[in-house]
C-alpha cells in the first residue's frame, strides 16, 4: 500500500503505473518492477554558511518533505531517490541562499515586532527595530519559489514543506552578539553601584549628624 511501481522493459517503461495495491503481473526476465514510496519523504539540507542583506554570515540548517506525484515521470528524469535528493538540494539550497541574500539579519532572527521584556527594571525600555518581512514569511517564500521550479522542471514530484531547523550567528557575530550583551549588563551594574555608593554616602551622612 506505500508503494507505487513503474514496469520496465530492457529499461523502457511499459504501460501505465501502478498505484493501487494488489496482485500484478509482469514477463519474468524480461520485466523489472521499479518501487518508488507514495509517502511524505524526507529532504535534510547540509548547514550552509550564508550572507544575509547587510553583510552578516549566518549558518543556515534547513529540511523538506516532499512526495512522488507522478512515478512516470519520476522515473524517466530522475531515475530514484538518489537523484531526487540531488536535485532537491540544487532547488532547495538555491532558494534559501536566494531569500538569505534578499533579507537583513534581523528579520531572520526575529519573527514578530513584539515587545521586548528584559526581565531587568532600569528605568530604560530597550527598543527592537521593526521588521516588515520576519522569520516564518521568508520561510514561505522559499516553499513558494522553491515548487515553481519543481513545477517549470516537471519532476513528477512536490514539495510539501520547508523549515528551518536552525539559524545560527558565526563566530564573529556572536562574539559581537556577546559583547553587547556585556556591556548592558555592566552599564546596568554601574548604575546600582553608583546607586549604593549614593545610598551609603546619605547613611554615613546621617550617622555623623547624629553623633
Do not use: C
Request: aromatic letters at 8%; glycine letters at 6%.
Amino acid at each position: 500500500e506505500t508503494e507505487q511501481v513503474i514496469v520496465t522493459r530492457f529499461g523502457k517503461p511499459v504501460g501505465e503505473p501502478e498505484n493501487e495495491p494488489g496482485l500484478k503481473f509482469k514477463l519474468p526476465f524480461i520485466e523489472k518492477a521499479n518501487r518508488f514510496d507514495k509517502r511524505f519523504l524526507e529532504w535534510d539540507g547540509d548547514a550552509n554558511q550564508l550572507p544575509t542583506r547587510d553583510k552578516r554570515f549566518i549558518w543556515v540548517d534547513t529540511y523538506a518533505r516532499w512526495q512522488i506525484t507522478d512515478p512516470l515521470k519520476f522515473f524517466q528524469r530522475l531515475r530514484d531517490e538518489l537523484g531526487a535528493q540531488s536535485r532537491l538540494d540544487d532547488i532547495l539550497d538555491g532558494e534559501t541562499r536566494n531569500a538569505i541574500a534578499a533579507h537583513e539579519l534581523v528579520e531572520l532572527v526575529r519573527n514578530t515586532n513584539r515587545e521586548p521584556a528584559t526581565g531587568i527594571d532600569d528605568g530604560q525600555q530597550e527598543i527592537f527595530q521593526v521588521i516588515e518581512t520576519g522569520r516564518d514569511k521568508i520561510r514561505e517564500r522559499v516553499l513558494v519559489d522553491a515548487k515553481v521550479r519543481v513545477k517549470d522542471s516537471d519532476l513528477g514530484i512536490e514539495i510539501l514543506d520547508v523549515q528551518f531547523k536552525r539559524i545560527s550567528y558565526v563566530d564573529e557575530v556572536r562574539r559581537k552578539v556577546y559583547e553587547r550583551m556585556v556591556a548592558e549588563r555592566n552599564r546596568i551594574a554601574d548604575r546600582y553601584r553608583s546607586e549604593g555608593e549614593g545610598e551609603a554616602f546619605k547613611i554615613l551622612g546621617e550617622k555623623e549628624r547624629d553623633l
